[in-house]
C-alpha cells in the first residue's frame, strides 16, 4: 500500500492512500463523531453526515463526510472549526427532532452543545421510533450476511428499514446482525423461551449442549453450514463452551 | 436499402435522397408532440389523411405528409404547418382540415381565424417564422424538431444528419475532444460542467470497458425540453452519443428515459433499430472498424434519478440513490466503469459543433457560456412554450419579446429559473444576462431551464412553499439535512403562510438552508435551499408583512386575507352572490353587496366572477 502523508488538524500523519479520513483520524486519536459507519461495510457511510469535516484541497474548501472521503496527497482535514462545528450541530438537531427518545442520539448531541429542538419533533413510541435511516442495518445485512432480507423501503422522511411488504422474510436468518449493528439501537430483537423474535418472524433457537443456553438460531446455524461448509457439530456448543 | 457501408455510402444516400425529394411539394406538418396529441393531433392527421385522399383524385396536386415532434408552442397545439408557403395554423381541429385543403393548399390562400394574432397589437402573423415567438429564437439543439419525421431516418439523413459522425470517424478521438472543448459547451442537464474537460477525463481513466449514457431522466415540473428532443428528433442525440463513445473509447451506451415519457421511448426504440439496420449503430460503424451500441433504460419516475449517481444505481437495477462523488462518475460510474454521463439536449448539440466547428457554436453566447440553451418559458407570460435563445439573453427579452410580455397586462413581479430547487429572480434584476454563472450568482441557478413568469399576484412565501413542498415529497431520504431539514422548512413556512410565523422563524429558515447548503450529500439537497434563501434575499418584507403585519401583499394566503365588496364599484348585479357556495353575500338588486367574513372560506368565486371589478382582497 501506498502511504502518503495527510495533515489532520494542523498535525501531519502517515496514512494509507484511499484510506477514510475518519479511520486515518481514529488510528491518531482525532475524535470525529458519527453514527452510520461501519468499517466491514464498504458501501456504509455518508448518510448521517455526522462526520462531516473540512477537507481543503488544491486552495478549494468543502465540507466532506469523513466516514467516505479518500485521503489524498496534499489534503488537510480540519475537524474543529466554527463551521464544522456549526453544521454538526445542525444535523444532531435535527436527528433529536427526528429521534427524541433515543438515549445516543440525546447523548450526542449533548456533546456538542445541542440540548433542546425547536423544531417540530416527531412523535415518540412510533414505528421508527429511534430509527434515523441511516441503512447500516441494510447494508450490513446485503454486504456482511449476504441475505437481503431487510432494504430501505420508500422515501423522504418516511424511508425505513423494512421486509419485503412487512411480512416475516423468506430468507431473513434471524442473525440480528442489523440489530447489532444498529448504531440508535432502534431494531427490536426479542428472546424468549428460546425463540428469537425479529423483523415480525420467530426463529428456534440452538441451545447449547453444555449449559443449554439457546445462543443461535437454527437459520442461522443452517445458513453458515451452507455457506462455509462447517460441521453442523460445531453449533452444538456455545462460544462458551467450545 | 440496407447496411451503409462507408462514409461515401452515407453521402451518396443523401444525394440520393436529395434528388428524390420534391421542395417544392406542398407539405402539411402536423405535430405529433405530447402537447398536440393531447389535443387531438392525431384526429386531425387522420382528417388530412382522407381530404387529401378524397381530393387528390379530383386535383392533380400531390401531397406530401409528415408528422413531427413538438415545435414547443404547445398551448396553442394542435399545431399545423403547411409548406412550402410557411403557414403556421393554432388549434386546429379536425372540421378545420377541409377549409384548410380547400382554400390553402388548393387555393393558396391564408385561413385567417386559425393563425396567430398578437395579443397585444392585434397583428395577424400566418408565416412560422414571423411569429415573435420564433423570430427571436436561435435553433441548434432544436434544429429538426417539428421539420422532421422522428421515425424517419431518412428525413434525418436528408437534412444533414449523421453528417457530423461521418466527420467525427476521419478525425482522432483526442482531436474530437478538443473541438468539444474549445466549443466550450457546458452540460445542459444544469450543473454546466464543461462537457470536453469530462470527456477528457473520462478517456484518460485507464480501462478496458467504458460507459456513455443519456440522461433523460428531467424530472423538473413543467420542463420538457429533453423529452421533446427525444421524441422530435432522437437520431440527433444517439448520433451525439455515438460521436461522444468514438471520442471516448466507448462501445455501449445507454439512455436513461423515465417511463412517463413513452413517446419518447418509442421514437429512441424505433430510431436506434433504424440506425443499426443502416449500419450507424452496432458492429462496424460505416465500415471504420469503430463497433459501439445503445439500449434504452426507463426509469420510474423518481425526481432523485436524474441525478447522475442515483441515475447510474438505477441502470444497474438498485433503488436510485445518490452516493457521494468523492470519487466522480469519470473514472468509476456505471458498474464502476469510468462514464461519460451526459444530458439529451447536451448530446443533441453536439453532432452540429463537430459538423460546424468550435468557432461556430463559441461565437455565440457569453464569456463563460457559449451557444444556446432551450428554455421551458411558462407561467403569467402571453407565449408559453419551449424557446431556443443564445445564452445571455436577458430575462426581460425572453419575456417581453419571445414571451409576448405578461398575462393580463399584469406586472411582472419575478422569475424562477433553475426547477423546483432553483430560485426567483426580482424584476429589478431583469436585465440580467441569462447564462449558468450569473444565475449562480444571483442565488438561483440554470438548472433544466425551466422559466416561471410570476406576476404581482404571486406571494413569494407562498412560492417558497410550493417548491419546498415538492422537495418534501422527492426527497430520497438518504442524507439528514434533506430528508429531515426539509420538512422542518416547510413547517416554518406553514406556520408564516397561515399566520403563526414568529420573528425567530426567518432566521431559522436560514439555519436550515445553510445546514443543506453545506451538509446535503447530492447536488440536488444542496440546492434545495435556493427557493427559500433566493425569496428571502429579494423579498424579505414579503415575509416580514406575513410575521408582523399577518398580512399576505400578494393577497394569496388564505389565512391573511379578508374580501371585502367596494359599494363603489359594486352594481348590485347579484353574480356573485349567485356563486358563492357559502352563501355569504347579500344585498339587494342594483345595490352594493356584502359578504359575511365569519362564513367565507376565501375561495375567490366572488372575484373571479365579479365583472366590474368590486372585490377586494386585503
Known amino acids: ?242 | 436499402m440496407g447496411a451503409i457501408n462507408s462514409i461515401e455510402e452515407l453521402e451518396a444516400y443523401r444525394r440520393e435522397l436529395a434528388a428524390a425529394a420534391k421542395p417544392d411539394l406542398p407539405t402539411v406538418l402536423v405535430c405529433f408532440g405530447t402537447g398536440c396529441q393531447a389535443h387531438g393531433s392525431r384526429r386531425v392527421a387522420e382528417a388530412f389523411m382522407e381530404a387529401i385522399k378524397e381530393q387528390g383524385l379530383q386535383v392533380d396536386v400531390n401531397i406530401g405528409f409528415k408528422t413531427t415532434g413538438c415545435h414547443g408552442y404547445c398551448e396553442n397545439g394542435p399545431l399545423v404547418v403547411l409548406r412550402p408557403q410557411d403557414i403556421l395554423y393554432l388549434k386546429v381541429r379536425p372540421e378545420d382540415v377541409p377549409e384548410i385543403v380547400e382554400e390553402s393548399i388548393k387555393g393558396g390562400r391564408i385561413v385567417e381565424r386559425l393563425v396567430y394574432r398578437d395579443k397585444v397589437t392585434d397583428e395577424v402573423v400566418p408565416h412560422y417564422s414571423e411569429i415573435p415567438f420564433y423570430k427571436h429564437q436561435h435553433r441548434i439543439a432544436l434544429r429538426h424538431i417539428g421539420t422532421i419525421d422522428p421515425t424517419s431516418i431518412d428525413d434525418y439523413i436528408l437534412v444533414g444528419g449523421y453528417a457530423g459522425l461521418a466527420k467525427a470517424l476521419t478525425m482522432k478521438p483526442e482531436d474530437i475532444i478538443s473541438e468539444v472543448e474549445r466549443s466550450g459547451l457546458r452540460g445542459r442537464g444544469g450543473a454546466g460542467f464543461p462537457t470536453g474537460t469530462k470527456w477528457r477525463s473520462c478517456a484518460a481513466v485507464e480501462s478496458d470497458v467504458r460507459y456513455v449514457m443519456c440522461n433523460g431522466d428531467e424530472g423538473d415540473p413543467g420542463a420538457f425540453m429533453d423529452r421533446s428532443i427525444m421524441e422530435g428528433d432522437p437520431h440527433a442525440v444517439i448520433e451525439g452519443m455515438i460521436i461522444g463513445a468514438y471520442a471516448v473509447g466507448s462501445h455501449q451506451g445507454y439512455i436513461y428515459v423515465r417511463d412517463e415519457y413513452p413517446l419518447a421511448v418509442r421514437n429512441l426504440t424505433l430510431a436506434l433499430e433504424a440506425a443499426r439496420e443502416k449500419g450507424l449503430l452496432g458492429e462496424n460503424i460505416l465500415g471504420t472498424g469503430f463497433s459501439f451500441d445503445i439500449k434504452i433504460s426507463r426509469g420510474g419516475g423518481a425526481f432523485v434519478c436524474g441525478e447522475s449517481s442515483a441515475l447510474m444505481r438505477s441502470v444497474e437495477g438498485n433503488v436510485g440513490e445518490p452516493r457521494a462523488k468523492y470519487i466522480r462518475s469519470v473514472e468509476r460510474g456505471l458498474y464502476n466503469k469510468p462514464t461519460v454521463l451526459n444530458n439529451v439536449e447536451t448530446w443533441a448539440n453536439v453532432p452540429e459543433i463537430i459538423l460546424k466547428g468550435a468557432e461556430w457554436y463559441a461565437s455565440m453566447g457569453t464569456e463563460g457560456s457559449k451557444g444556446t440553451k432551450v428554455f421551458s418559458l411558462v407561467g403569467k407570460v402571453n407565449n408559453t412554450g419551449l424557446v431556443e435563445v443564445p445564452m445571455g439573453i436577458s430575462i426581460r427579452e425572453l419575456v417581453e419579446n419571445i414571451g409576448g410580455g405578461v398575462l393580463g397586462g399584469k406586472k411582472f413581479k419575478a422569475v424562477q429559473t433553475g426547477g423546483p430547487s432553483g430560485g426567483c429572480i426580482p424584476e429589478r434584476l431583469a436585465d440580467l444576462p441569462i447564462d449558468f454563472d450569473s444565475l449562480t450568482k444571483a442565488g438561483s441557478m440554470m438548472g433544466s431551464g425551466g422559466i416561471i413568469v410570476m406576476d404581482e399576484d404571486t406571494c413569494m412565501v407562498d412560492v417558497a412553499k410550493y417548491f419546498t413542498g415538492f422537495l418534501v415529497e422527492e426527497s430520497c431520504g438518504k442524507c439528514t439535512p434533506c430528508r429531515d431539514g426539509l420538512p422542518r422548512m416547510l413547517d416554518l413556512l406553514t406556520e408564516i403562510t397561515e399566520g403563526r410565523g414568529r420573528e425567530e422563524h426567518v432566521a431559522m429558515l436560514e439555519e436550515l438552508c445553510d445546514l443543506l447548503t453545506w451538509g446535503a450529500l447530492c447536488g440536488l439537497g444542496t440546492s434545495a435551499a435556493n427557493p427559500v434563501l433566493s425569496t428571502i434575499k429579494y423579498f424579505r418584507e414579503e415575509y416580514e408583512a406575513h410575521i408582523r403585519d399577518k398580512k399576505c401583499p400578494a393577497g394569496v394566503c388564505k389565512a391573511l386575507i379578508t374580501y371585502s365588496i367596494d359599494p363603489e364599484a359594486c352594481t348590485g348585479c347579484r353574480l356573485c352572490a349567485k356563486n358563492c357556495p357559502q352563501n355569504c353575500i347579500t344585498g339587494k338588486r342594483k345595490e352594493a353587496h356584502v359578504i359575511d367574513t365569519s362564513k367565507c372560506i376565501k375561495c375567490g368565486v366572488c372575484k373571479d366572477v365579479c365583472k366590474f371589478d368590486a372585490v377586494r382582497i386585503s
Request: net charge positive; with cysteine; hydrophobic share 35%.
Open chain 1, 1 to 242: 500500500m501506498e502511504k502518503i502523508s495527510v495533515v489532520i488538524d494542523g498535525r501531519t500523519f502517515e496514512a494509507e492512500k484511499d484510506y477514510c479520513v475518519l479511520e486515518v483520524a481514529r488510528q491518531n486519536g482525532i475524535h470525529i463523531p458519527s453514527l452510520c459507519y461501519n468499517s466491514e461495510v464498504t458501501s456504509s457511510g455518508g448518510s448521517c453526515r455526522v462526520c462531516l469535516v473540512e477537507a481543503h484541497q488544491r486552495g478549494r474548501m468543502r465540507l466532506v463526510t469523513a466516514c467516505n472521503f479518500p485521503v489524498r496527497k496534499g489534503l488537510e482535514i480540519k475537524t474543529d472549526t466554527p463551521l464544522v462545528r456549526r453544521i454538526r450541530r445542525g444535523v444532531l438537531e435535527l436527528l433529536l427532532a427526528r429521534v427524541p427518545d433515543s438515549e445516543v442520539i440525546r447523548e450526542m448531541a449533548a456533546a456538542e452543545g445541542v440540548t433542546g429542538v425547536r423544531f417540530r419533533k416527531d412523535e415518540g413510541e412510533n414505528e421508527r421510533y429511534k430509527c434515523i435511516a441511516c441503512a447500516l442495518c441494510t447494508n450490513v445485512c446485503a454486504e456482511v450476511v449476504g441475505v437481503h432480507a431487510i432494504a430501505m423501503v420508500g422515501r423522504g422522511a418516511d424511508k425505513k428499514p423494512a421486509t419485503p411488504y412487512n411480512k416475516p422474510s423468506d430468507v431473513c436468518i434471524g442473525c440480528g446482525a442489523c440489530a447489532y449493528a444498529c448504531p440508535t439501537g432502534a431494531i427490536q430483537l426479542k428472546e424468549e423461551n428460546g425463540v428469537r423474535h425479529i423483523w415480525h418472524k420467530d426463529f428456534k433457537m440452538v441451545r447449547c449442549s453444555v449449559c443449554g443456553t439457546p445462543y443461535i438460531p437454527e437459520a442461522q446455524v443452517d445458513w453458515i453450514v451452507k455457506r462455509t461448509g462447517k460441521d453442523r457439530s460445531f453449533f452444538d456448543k456455545c462460544p462458551d463452551h467450545r
